[in-house]
């Protein structure tokens, strides 16, 4: 019983973290009359939150080991609250990137404790259940859009939507601090830091967590930015935001709905395999929606690329976790920095080449990335040699 409270609560945190991490998408038009700011500049402030996501989570993994993953994680959970109190009282764009910067921290101390906390109490499961925690995540980008289109809709300043995020997880975080010791460990190491640094050497060195990494780095990089932008392409369509948002919903909850779908599927059929069908499938209907010339054959591409491309990330990091099961904070730190790389320099370029060039550049970045992560995921898959640990 206590088990499963832990994960309905850390479901709960990804819920939230995947609501403050797609609010900002869906107002990226709003944010640029509003602040006066061109598309570049929003590009380098999500590319910017992606670099502290990708700091926290290099590190994390070690400070969790070393000092205890419940720490860290009331820590990442502490900053995450404080930054969305900083997003609601922005007066100044740049007060607001400081406040995303730091919200990206934040969700890097947060992704890599409570996934390694959730690895560590459900290993007999664990595929399934980091699966099933990240859908919770998945969920939040659902929520996201239909809030903004909400708010927009009945004219509420958006500003009460950070607002809201900070309040729910301070009452989030109250439940989690309630739990009893069994079912939330302060797991830590009793290794020193010179034994940590050197098993971290090893495991980079693991051929496995390189291409799960490599595969995550194009996943994630791929997928936020496709999200992020998804707004801005359909504004450039002369689709409102409005429209847009809910689009983004929808792709979100198919998304979702994949993730759920493949929780089940990764338990009865090789994850290998599977990810190189999603992967596959992703590819040709990316591409196929960037032809596609009507509002209605989009979506239904968009919901069919959602279900393809979801859980490919999850399954990586399950794949890397299981080459060393007991180090599987430093292994998540490892494979999510990878992610959250391409996080930022597909944010980035996204942002640069859209205020230059076209918004229709976003989606040649997906489908690039997409084309190229089928050749680790081929190589994982084929190569018996690579799954030695």
């Not at 107002?27 to 700091?55: H, M, Q």
């Not at 596609?292 to 990091?317: E, N, W």
């Not at 080449?353 to 918004?359: H, K, M, W, Y």
Request: hydrophobic content about 50%; overall charge positive.
């Amino acid at each position: 019983m206590a088990e499963k409270k832990t994960f309905t609560l850390f479901f709960t945190q990804f819920l939230l973290l995947g609501l403050g991490a797609s609010i900002f998408g869906p107002l990226i038009p709003i944010l640029s009359e509003g602040f006066n700011v061109d598309l570049d500049r929003i590009g380098a402030t999500l590319s910017l939150s992606a670099f502290g996501l990708l700091l926290t989570s290099l590190f994390t993994g070690i400070l969790s080991e070393r000092i205890g993953k419940k720490t860290v994680y009331i820590f990442g959970n502490l900053l995450f609250a404080a930054c969305f109190l900083g997003l609601y009282f922005s007066t100044h764009f740049n007060y607001f990137t400081l406040s995303y910067i730091l919200f990206g921290a934040s969700w890097g101390i947060i992704a890599v404790s409570s996934t390694s906390m959730i690895s560590d109490i459900f290993h007999l499961n664990r595929s399934k259940m980091i699966m099933r925690l990240n859908t919770g995540f998945l969920l939040g980008c659902f929520a996201a859009p239909l809030l903004v289109s909400g708010t927009l809709y009945l004219n509420i300043n958006w500003r009460y939507l950070f607002l809201s995020v900070s309040l729910l997880n301070v009452l989030l975080l109250i439940s989690i601090l309630s739990l009893k010791p069994e079912g939330l460990h302060n797991v830590k190491h009793e290794d020193d830091l010179r034994r940590l640094l050197s098993t971290n050497r090893k495991l980079l060195s693991n051929l496995t967590i390189i291409l799960c990494g490599i595969i995550n780095f194009l996943h994630l990089g791929a997928g936020f930015t496709f999200g992020s932008w998804l707004t801005t392409y359909f504004k450039n369509l002369n689709i409102p935001v409005i429209v847009g948002s809910l689009i983004l919903c929808l792709y979100s909850l198919s998304f979702a709905v994949g993730m759920f779908i493949k929780s089940f599927l990764f338990s009865r059929f090789s994850e290998k395999k599977i990810m190189q069908i999603s992967m596959i499938l992703a590819f040709v209907t990316l591409t196929i929606f960037f032809f596609a010339d009507t509002l209605i054959l989009k979506t239904i591409l968009i919901v069919l690329f959602a279900l393809s491309f979801s859980g490919i990330a999850a399954a990586a990091m399950s794949l890397g976790i299981h080459q060393n099961p007991r180090n599987s904070g430093s292994i998540i730190s490892i494979i999510n920095s990878f992610g959250f790389l391409g996080v930022v320099i597909f944010q980035y370029t996204a942002g640069y080449l859209a205020e230059n060039f076209s918004v229709n550049s976003v989606i040649y970045i997906c489908i690039g990335a997409l084309f190229i992560s089928i050749i680790p995921v081929s190589v994982l898959n084929y190569s018996h040699r690579f799954i030695r640990k």
